[in-house]
């Protein structure tokens, strides 16, 4: 039996620490602490409540946006503001743009070298990449020259001796299956991306003037649109937008799309791997009749118990009995005690450390061991992400998410069941990707027509200023970040932010076990998981990833008594 | 193989510089990077053996804004400066290595290039109960941030947070969320932001290399290239505030015109950046162009100078545009004449800055170092 850690697990809001137990080459137990705080909570307390949007949009600088639109609703939910038209249709467009990016990027920069052999491309044939890359789509960067420069430029910076990020990898791993052709046209893609993903983020910088971490605004956005301006949203403007939506359009469907499916032909075993918890959670997004009516939303709401898709519940954000957070193996204290939960508007966030205090070898598992709250739905664990988007809207029937699943299942020759897996989660990912930057379009025709029909308001007036306000009013902001059902609640009073709460897709997803032992999904996906050498733990990273908190790990291995087995020396 | 790409010496020698134009450089550099003289010699092989610099990047109390903006640069492109520039030989975000090899990456860089890689942080430090707020393996932030920083050569602070402390420090800074300039002892670089603009994070990483030395700091420790101009003063709505039109209210007619956003809380005029000029996202936009006003996040402490839609003459202390606004100030809030008054005061004002500015540039060519203002 060994004890492997994890950690850190970067690029969610903080820091995540993984500490697995393997016994017989597979993972018996595992454990996921978030490590970092920040008390965004207790900051946010006495403030102007039009200003948390820009505090709450700092939770994540990756999934930059969603916390920002979370924050606007659950004011505008309390003050009941419903937004123009033309707000809800450019804040889509946000929304669309931050999900085509941050999945692209999280595909080939974060979770791509689980999966592709950097070192291997030296080997690789250009002119048979070239076939191959010609074979899978009309994307023009597919001659043998362009594979062949690339190679050289590989092997000039192999040479060197300086393998800066790619130093010291897992390289030559049995896990890794494909082709040295496959891995060349993996690392072609991996810098197109690179210089891709910053075109399409220029939408946020149009709408809200930069990305990371664009303005958002309540009641609205705050980008007038004037067709006889050159000071505001105009004709120039909108042709860009609509030149960068083609161009996420043709990366999507000519790169992203079929490497993914390429990549994940050889890596079939893959979807009996990493399946973790059968309840799934969707707060669902893209309104198109307002935020207060989810049954017209793209993304549908709704959650699903035992992988029964045959039946999805409502969930309902203001219900104080369905969505509580526990603290039972959290640093955290409650004033009535840590065994009950919590529904977020009577939220608190009062730190408890206990220990043990860096620098620590091993967490007291035992004991409370994460900065993360542990919330529950109805008292249930629930996955939330890209999987749990699709599946409630597979299960309600939703006919162009039905159309773009069949078809990768076909493509693949795998059953359903194969998307309740690390592959699956994966999958989810891109063939979301795809529908979405379908729905840009569409978002982007209907703003197109609305100025044309000349509707150009783009605020509601009548309630910014604080003193038409009521003297206390609450409001719950829900949203789907890229990695899953994300929402804000708050209080007022006397014009001023009373209480503010924010449960995250990390959370949920990344959260200690309950009072009741339930592990959450990080936990409950790495059981038998196979780890073939404890030394080069790639499995974990390939299940973890799945997820979308991180690129990299420091992986310490311990016995059960808690020792250094050895210093792991590579390269 | 051929590989390896031109050393700093080799270029410059390339471009016609003479070896004691470089040890000149070295020079500056070592002093900007607050290296003791004897260390000189280091800084000089340095940049003349190693074909890309090795580099460091550490994660604390942040939310990767930075590394996101970093990956935006335009130019030059991110992929060329991962392949061609410099050796990022430890950074959580982009490094396929885990575990121990990536540990033992950060570690064989301290030890094997003392004095001679370049440290960039990302993230405050929180120094409150031992460090229980940011642990990483095992360790505190501090830990982590003190062994890395001893033997670096230059370090450079990424962002607000690393700088100034950003959203975990503002009240009641929970954590006692701390800017590494406060902690290691030895001069930093400091790019704030929230987060700084990709072109001018790569445009400080570069001045580094290209030149061989650091760019110009202020008194904060910003590169004067990047900081040493208020966005008010290089937006191009300022015709608008110095002819007293203003937005009074969100998508009025004056927003739908683009005029001036400064009675909507635009803290231009208190904060020092680029976007005016730079702008963001390879030069589309900056958040005045695209209608909200500036919230300042490049200043120290900009959570905490008051809620942001409220228009900066109510906030004493402001400097040189308080002083103006207040001669029209009625109970906190500025009534249009006041505005007015503001605007014409201003412009008798900025004849004396424009003064100022002109001398101090004329300064600014003898001096190693400055202080701003």
Known sequence: MARIVVDPITRIEGHLRIEAVIEGGKITDAFSSGTMVRGFEKILKGRDPRDAWAFTERACGVCTTVHALASVRCVEDALKISVPKNAELIRNLMFCTQYVQDHVVHFYHLHALDWVDIVSTLKADPAETSKLAQSLSNWPK???GYFSDLQKRLKTYVGSGQLGIFANGYWGHPAYKLPPEVNLLAVAHYLEALEWQKEIVKIHAIFGGKNPHPNYLVGGVPCPINTDEVNALNTERLN?????ISGAMNFVEQVYIPDLMAIAGFYKDWAAIGSGLKNYMAYGDLPTRGYNYPEYFKFQRGAILNRNLNEVFDVNGRDSEEIKEYISHSWYKYADGDTKGLHPWQGETEFNFTGPKPPFEQL????????LKTPRWKDHPMEVGPLARLLVAFAKGNTEVKDVVTEALQKLNVPVDALFSTLGRTAARGLETRLVVRWMKEFYDQLIASIKGGDVNTFTREKWDPSTWPATAEGVGMTEAPRGALAHWI???DRLIDNYQLVVPSTWNASPRDAKGQRSAYEESLIGTPVANIEQPVEILRTIHSFDPCLACAVHIYDPEGKHVHQVQFN | MT???????????AKGYSRRDFIQFCTVAAVTAGLESSALGKVVEAFETKSRPPVVWLHFQECTCCSESFIRSSHPIVADILLDYLSLDYTETLQAAAGHQAEKCLQDT????????????EGSVPMKDDGIYCMIGGRSSEDILREAAKDAAAVIAWGSCASNGCIQSAKPNPTNATPIHKIIGKPVINVPGCPPIADVMTGVVTHLLV??????LDSQGRPKEFYGRRVHDTCYRRPYYDAGLFVETWDDEAARKGYCLYKMGCRGPVTYNACSVTKWNGGVSYPIQSGHGCIGCSENGFWDNGPFYQHLASFPGFGIESTADTIGTVAGIATAAGVTLHAITTNIRKRKLIKDEVAESVE?????EGGDK
Do not use: C, D
């Open chain 2, 211 to 216: 030149f061989g030395m650091a760019p110009q």
């Open chain 2, 3 to 13: 590989g390896r790409s031109p050393s700093i010496w080799q270029s410059m020698r």
């Open chain 2, 364 to 368: 600014t060519g003898k001096k190693a």
């Open chain 2, 110 to 121: 301290i030890k094997n290039y003392p004095g001679k890689y370049i440290l960039l942080v």
């Open chain 1, 364 to 371: 007291n598992v035992e004991g409370k061991y994460s900065w």
């Open chain 1, 491 to 493: 209080r007022i009073k």
């Open chain 1, 142 to 144: 597919s001659s043998p």
């Open chain 1, 240 to 244: 860009h937008v609509g030149s960068l």
